[in-house]
């Protein structure tokens, strides 16, 4: 079975701050993992891909396979990173399984 | 080039009703998957269609099906509308047969009252 978790369902940080955003998951095949973004009143869309191992508006993220963990990481927080964080997670079934996500707040 | 586009944005239905939804993907793509989102649940995986099959669903009774057409539209029913149907229903589409960058709509806000 595949499954996502984020601990955190609110994570309030100000800005210049480190960040990090917990994501864990259970699958037993090789998996990819992403993380997706929404900001206020937009469409869900891709942040970042483990694949890829690129960093997008400064985040990045790499998929820990003994610790089953894809933490999303930004070194100094900005007021714009405010938004819902999901991370999911592809296997070969073709579907994506999402965590619950984390609302994440950039105060200034 | 134009996002994927669902129709209507907001729905309001009764219950014991059924409705359609509609999905355009992106042009080229043809994977389109469906998903629910609820507060409660977060977003679930409702069923995939690649080149007009569907080739997995999730856990959702037998109420809620889906198709995908020849020009990779898709669209989803919910028959029989209960109370608990009420969500965002979102869209996806990917230009590869696998789950790489999966594009997603607007939504389609259902309210069943």
């Known amino acids: 079975a595949q499954r996502v978790t984020q601990p955190e369902k609110l994570l309030s940080v100000f800005k210049g701050a480190p960040v990090e955003l917990k994501c864990n998951y259970s699958y037993s095949g090789s998996p990819e993992l992403f993380w997706y973004v929404q900001y206020s009143r937009q469409r869900l869309q891709l942040l970042l891909r483990h694949i890829s191992r690129e960093s997008i508006k400064g985040f990045t993220a790499d998929l820990n396979k003994g610790e089953t963990s894809f933490h999303l990481k930004k070194p100094f927080a900005q007021e714009e990173d405010s938004a819902m964080y999901y991370c999911a997670l592809g296997g070969s079934n073709y579907k994506l399984t999402f965590g619950k996500g984390t609302l994440l707040t950039v105060n200034p | 080039k134009a996002g994927v586009t669902q129709t209507p944005r907001y729905l309001i239905k009764t219950r014991g009703q059924q409705v359609t939804l509609s999905c355009s993907p992106i042009?080229?793509?043809?994977?389109v998957s469906w998903y629910q989102q609820t507060p409660g649940q977060g977003l679930q995986f409702l069923f995939e269609?690649?080149?007009?099959?569907?080739?997995n669903k999730g856990n959702f009774p037998g109420r809620f099906s889906g198709r995908q057409f020849s020009n990779s539209r898709s669209e989803m029913n919910v028959s029989t509308l209960e109370l608990g149907d009420s969500a965002l229903y979102l869209c996806?589409?990917?230009?590869?047969?696998?789950?790489?960058?999966?594009?997603f709509g607007q939504g389609t806000r259902l309210t069943v009252v």
């Open positions: 996806a589409s990917n230009l590869h047969d696998r789950n790489t960058e999966a594009f």
């Open positions: 042009s080229g793509h043809r994977s």
């Open positions: 269609y690649f080149s007009e099959t569907q080739r």
